[in-house]
Antibody
Framework: QVQLQESGPGLVKPSETLSLTCTVS????????WSWIRQPAGKGLEWIGR???????NYNPSLKSRVTMSVDTSKNQFSLRLSSVTAADTAVYYC???????????????WGQGTLVTVSS | DIQMTQSPSSLSASVGDRVTITCQAS??????LNWYQQKPGKAPKLLIY???NLETGVPSRFSGSGSGTDFTFTISSLQPEDIATYYC??????????FGPGTKVDIK
């Protein structure tokens, strides 16, 4: 079955850019939207945005000015860049398939295991 | 932006009890409402999509209902493995996606 794995630095300095990659295995990255979602420790979930294999994107308006997503279909990977980070961006970052996108909906399954990114000098 | 509220924020129930969680949207979202289960240290798991559709492989003791602004998630007979935090999630056509604040379910 499809599995997702996040990778990237666990520590980022304030004002710098957070970069993460999600590798999809067990299936093709084609035909679905792929999302990034984050969760600060002990808090709720925040959708960051999503990307389609064509490169089409939708971003959370609250983060849109700082977010860039990209996709590499040859590697079955998609990526997140979040610029000008602060301590408030410290969170577990998840990648997930938007399985609902085939049906016009937005629901996430499966998810990666998550990766903790800490913003600190 | 559409705001989501969940109640209660936490609950404690006995094994075998019926557990109900509600999720309210700040405006009409039709049936665009999903439910997830998150166990400590794990990623969320999809249980219910579009308000009432049970995800494949999810036990039938889980169910969802509602439309418009008011939604309900039910565990018909609480099991020890159901200890988790449950989140609702709405979406619209743009799309904008927001999650509820979560309900932590414990065993009494």
């Amino acid at each position: 079955q499809v599995q997702l794995q996040e990778s990237g630095p666990g520590l980022v300095k304030p004002s710098e850019t957070l970069s993460l990659t999600c590798t999809v295995s067990g299936g093709s990255i084609s035909s679905y939207y792929w999302s990034w979602i984050r969760q600060p420790a002990g808090k709720g979930l925040e959708w960051i945005g999503r990307i389609y294999p064509s490169g089409s994107t939708n971003y959370n308006p609250s983060l849109k000015s700082r977010v860039t997503m990209s996709v590499d279909t040859s590697k079955n990977q998609f990526s997140l860049r979040l610029s000008s980070v602060t301590a408030a961006d410290t969170a577990v970052y998840y990648c997930a398939r938007d399985r609902g996108s085939l049906l016009g909906g937005v629901w996430f399954d499966p998810w990666g295991q998550g990766t903790l990114v800490t913003v600190s000098s | 932006d559409i705001q989501m509220t969940q109640s209660p924020s936490s609950l404690s129930a006995s094994v075998g009890d019926r557990v109900t969680i509600t999720c309210q949207a700040s405006q009409d979202i039709s049936n665009y409402l999903n439910w997830y289960q998150q166990k400590p240290g794990k990623a969320p798991k999809l249980l219910i999509y579009d308000a009432s559709n049970l995800e494949t492989g999810v036990p039938s003791r889980f169910s969802g209902s509602g439309s418009g602004t008011d939604f309900t998630f039910t565990i018909s007979s609480l099991q020890p493995e159901d200890i988790a935090t449950y989140y609702c999630q709405q979406y619209d056509n743009l799309p904008r996606v927001t999650f509820g604040p979560g309900t932590k379910v414990d065993i009494k």
